[in-house]
């Protein structure tokens, strides 16, 4: 007869190993409790788990500081753009499970006020701010507090394939909206298709600034907490965009479906279309023969200007410690061998993100490999702030989404800009 | 001394070791035990489960009903609660998003539910009868089941995609599109392109339930029908309906909770666009409450959809006139 299971041989060492398991894992989350107190115990110096994006060179840098610092780094990739939903949820839940995140400007401006970010202020010294402007750490603050500590600036400039203006006789990029226009009609004519824009419907607000402030307009009035998109300049920005879909069809159609920038960066690179604005990343991504069916082909330019010369948008990527984090010492460590001008060197090397530290920044090597950051100070000298908000998140979405109806022609340029106005009233209580 | 019996076999020890023992101890916990009535000792073994039940459904439960009255704040990584009664409740009546996103709700639930239902039946269908491509279909219906809903997504993100993807391709190949189209992207077509998805991952589920259920009716049955001269279309509505209708009943109240909660599928295909033309409650509720931080209004949300699928069940019982 078949014995009950409770009673078979191998259930006393099943349990047992049952046990064993849930007492180590049950020791392991006591070890992140204390972490101090077990690494003095053991002799290591700890753990912290990084919450950032996949790319390869940070997993690295990562790996690197384990090996620096001894300090082991449970590295969990997120994508790009489900970053602030997973920091959302998170910290709304209350987890105290990440140690480091990445921020950004809005990020810091959302999340610092609800209590979720640490005050990083008694926790740098001197000497990690020593080749940082104070500038690079604004973006970073909130109630005059540092909640991020920069890593990279990410300001947006113009690109255009080489290779695909000369085979339409043309010689240089557009300095100007209504040049672009010409430019656009000469490469259509050649069966090239011009441009495209990030027009998703969560992300279309941003090309939408770039528009709007060329046209001498801004999106929001910082000091008087409101919008200010819905004027002449917007509806002349937002005209301009749907022209470029609806009557001089110089825009590819993907361009709706694309919700960040990097899938813009990625149709740029394997050359199928001639003109874009993107981040920096874009430089090596183009030229890399792995990446890239445009190598050498890439021109960089100031992002085509109307009222102004020009006007762009620009994140400050930054690292933040969660308010829940239970290895603060130990993510500063991280913090300070990531930001270090060695560090911020072989990250503008290896990936083309912006330095923020000055000596970095003006290193040979790192000039030498980035030819795209000749123009960015005079870029950076015209408008190009990142939207702040608390309720950025939902801001953004609700302007995005009437972006994408008037270029879409669902509604016009001013019924859009009413009603994204009327509903971000609605949205922050006034 | 039935139940204290019971009681020792399930804990492992039996009426030997019982003996052993010298019996029950007038008094001891097995002499109580044996005193109490059925219910008691039914409650006494559903202990556990229920308290696991407590724990992980109805505490949550009753704390989103809770938030659903209350404003929430997040200050200094404290969360405080003002209590708002009826608020948040009568800002989604009031809210100029809401009947789009209701409707949608509903056109999402019953279109799905009674297309896999369909799909399903015909499926069952052909590998109960045995007709040609049973033995096919066996083997190859399960596989959209056995994906994870992300990885289901993502799939189809890739094969609707207007750049690359293979569902442009097949439909341009075969003449039926002119130029990749963007489906996801498009209001005309976001919806049923994430329709397509759902279903063709819940059909297999629901045609493995109806096809058990099938298989479990008596096949004296169908002898009977066919000696008096039935065919396939009278077996199907005199025998296996009326035999089935149960599974029916429960398949259609669980696909429609499931599809009530359906938000990874969405959110990862279109976020609830383009121009909420694929705003669900669940989707809804989710922007409000982790996008907005509106955590109140967030659950306040979620329990319309508690009450949806209540107002759903109570529709299919009568219209099944299933009694139990």
Known sequence: ?????????????????????????????????????????????????????????????????????????????????????????????????YDIVHVRDDFVAEFAPKGFLTPLDDLITEDMKANISDSYFTPLMNGGQIYGFPRYLWPWQFYYNKALFAEAGIENPPATWAEFTAVAEKLKAKGITPYAEPWGETFSYTPFIVHLRSEGGEFWDEEQDLPTFNSPEGVRALQFMADMNLKDKIISPQSVQYDSTAPLADAFAQGTIAMMMNAPHTYPLANNPETSKITGQVGVALVPGAQLKTASYAETGGLAIPAGSKNKEQAMEYIRFVTSTEQEKAMAIGIGRIPVDNVALQDAEVQEANPHFASVAEQMEYPYGMFKHEKAAAISTEVSRHISAAVAGRETPEEALQAAEANVLKLIGK | MEKANRFLMIFGRGREQEKKEGGLRKGGLLDRLDRLSDTSTAYLYLMPTMTLILLTVIVPMLYALFISFSKVAFTQGSMTYDFVGLSNYMQLLRDARFPDVLSNTVFFTVTKVVATLAIAFGISLTIYFGVWGAGFFKRIFLIPWALSNVVNSLMWQWMYSGDYGIFNEVLLRLGFIDEYQMWLVNVHTAMSAVLFADIWKSVPYVALLLLAAMQSIPRELHEASKVDGGGPITAFYHIILPHIKPVIMVLLVIETMWTLRVFDLIWLLTKGGPQDSTMTLNVFAYEQAFRNFDLGYGAAISYCITILTLIFTFFYMKTLKVEN
């Open chain 1, 1 to 97: 007869m078949k014995k009950e299971w409770w009673k078979q041989k191998q259930f006393p060492a099943i349990a047992g190993l049952a046990l064993v398991t849930v007492v180590s894992g049950c020791s392991g989350s006591n070890a992140g409790d204390n972490g101090e107190a077990s690494a003095a115990d053991d002799g290591d110096k700890g753990e912290i788990t990084v919450l950032y994006v996949g790319d390869q060179f940070w997993q690295d840098q990562a790996k690197e500081f384990e090996q620096v610092s001894g300090i082991k780094v449970n590295y969990e990739v997120v994508n790009f753009t489900e970053q602030h939903d997973k920091l959302a949820t998170a910290f709304a839940g209350g987890s105290t499970e």
